[in-house]
């Protein structure tokens, strides 16, 4: 044969897994939920900013993995370590609260933070869209590095909160603690978020400038507010994301660790239509099970980006707004 | 605001001088300013023989791979100035295309690669064409998006293809490939001329190949092409209204920025002798960004600048280490504050013989339009 032929025909390039995926399907899809409620918490911190600002917030997911790192330094304060803790269910619950609260205020001032240093400038001078990417893209770079400097480039040392234990079966396939924990909390914040966005004074204001930020500011909504709220939103929620985060991979604390991941969750937010809340959720779900089943499809954990990826450009292809279409305005008519 | 009127006539004579020679030097014909330009090539040719001693990055890093690598920059920062540049597309996947030229190289010319053995050099062009064809692959679905979604998806995508270095055996990971190829041709002693250890001859190759490309992709600019980029960038839907096509000529930018792109791979894959996988992450496509953006987005000279500037300072001053990154990300956020267009601005200008009946006809020099995607917008800076 020829040799060009062999070099393609072996399996080299290429392996299908079907019978792991037949055999795994329920598993990944629990899990796949599971990652997809983080995905789509981070998510939803793209989709508010670009659904006010137009601009993709490049440096989210820094915004992100700065939360992640409180949430290691609250717990290693509190003893938790790379070891299953025996504590009680009560003050387990009260020491990742707290790390929860410490992670969402220090993503949340540093999305602030964000938005003061990098983009206020040049919303001032009225700066061209491409600036605001590339400065966003400039921003998550400092970041990144900023704590490589402090911390050198390898991961921290693994936190477990808790060892998964299987709480009851679905279709042949274990759903630990752990998975029910991340959905369920997950959901009740994006259901908080919601309801805030579409039911309260600030929330209006936020849809309001997503609409027509000129016209919001002429009915008198403070619209560097808003913005300002916008990106604290955003923080809050990917702060807890990184609680969740941890939670799920106890040593994912490193200065790069947030930058992949928050690739995932802007696909997803793009996947559900950007700058719609409710798309980021079905978004994030969609390209955690994607991910999870080409993942076991494929053979190899890098795949689930691969895959992702190559779902979300099929998508905006037929359709470029996305799923649900993208409107922050029209969240609730 | 009495410092600023102070402050304003010093500018106004500064920029009037530089403004004068730019003048004088555009008013020359073409033949002329290539002579001008001569020496300066000669002088760029010598750099690793003379081994300046200010500029030197020696003990650290041997000087002539360092210009090398500067050189291997330098042409990767002309073929992301045709996307990013003249076309206006934010492209954060320049890597991946850098990565499949590296591949093709070392695909077809490693011992370890299973592929038919070619000459180095004729993975050159294949390389070319082979990145070519990634950029339509890739261009065809996502240069219909709008802009920001182009800069995500093409992001995916070098992250897909370092990916896929990784996962798929054929490509063979962090193993990698070594013994790759290198031109023809031994010196007296029999070692071969273009070895891993001895950057000069590899430099003088990346420097010519440069030449070539540059007028190459200054021909283009100066063309329809070139003219139809511009007014993309500057407005796609005027472009469109005016009824230049605009997702092909957007695809041409792709493609072609992705053949220069894949071209410097192969180029770094030869001198380096080994492929791995392991450079090739995003951070490697926010630094030509920086480059690109750093010398002045659109302007060849400014960012062929800002790729030596960018690739240079880490090698002289190396105990920036990996906090290069972190440098230039500031620089990034500074750059779009203070001077968004870049050391040296964006600028389209006449040909010659245009220029002088420009001249003829409104009796001053062409007025240079300095606006770029990256300028502040005039007017209502509210």
Known sequence: MHPVTVFLADNSWINFDVSAFKELFWNNTFDGLAYGAIYSLIAMGYTLVYGVLRLINFAHSEVFIVGAYAVFFTLSFLGFGPFDPQISVLSLVGDLLLACIAAMLVSGVVAVLLERIAYRPLRRRNAPKLAFLITAIGASFAIQYL????????????????????????????ISNQQITIFVAAILLMVVTDTFINRTRFGRGIRAVAQDPDTATLMGVNKERVIMLTFLIGGLLAGAASLFYIMKVPAGVQYNGGFNLGIQAFAAAVLGGIGNIRGALLGGMLIGLIGNYGQTLLGASQWSQVIAFIALVVILMFRPTGILGESLGRARV | MTAQTQTEPVR?????????????????????????????????????VLNPPGLTTEPNVNFPISMYHAAVLVLVAIGLNVVVGQAGLLDLGYVGFYAIGAYVAALFTSKDSMLHKLPYLATLPLAMVVTMFFGLILGTPTLRLRGDYLAIVTLGFGEIVRLLATIIPALRGTVGFSGIGHPPGTQADGQPIFSVSNGTPWYWLAVTIIIVILLFVGNLERSRVGRAWVAIREDEDAAQMMGVPTFTFKLWAFAIGAAIGGLSGALFAGQNGFQNNQDFGVNFSVLYLCAVILGGSGNKVGVMIGAFIVSYIPDRFNFLGSQKYLVFGVALIVLMIFRPQGLLGARQRLLARGRTAYLRLVGKPEQLSSDSALTPEKGGGA
């Open chain 2, 12 to 48: 106004q004579h500064q920029e009037s001088s530089i403004r004068r020679f730019r003048n004088w030097w555009n008013s020359l014909p073409r033949p002329q300013q290539w002579v001008g330009v001569l020496p300066i090539v000669v002088l760029i040719y010598l750099l690793p």
């Open chain 1, 147 to 174: 704590i490589e400097l402090w911390r050198g480039p390898s991961a921290e040392q693994a936190v477990i909160m808790f060892q998964p234990q299987p709480v009851f079966t679905v279709f042949g396939a274990n």
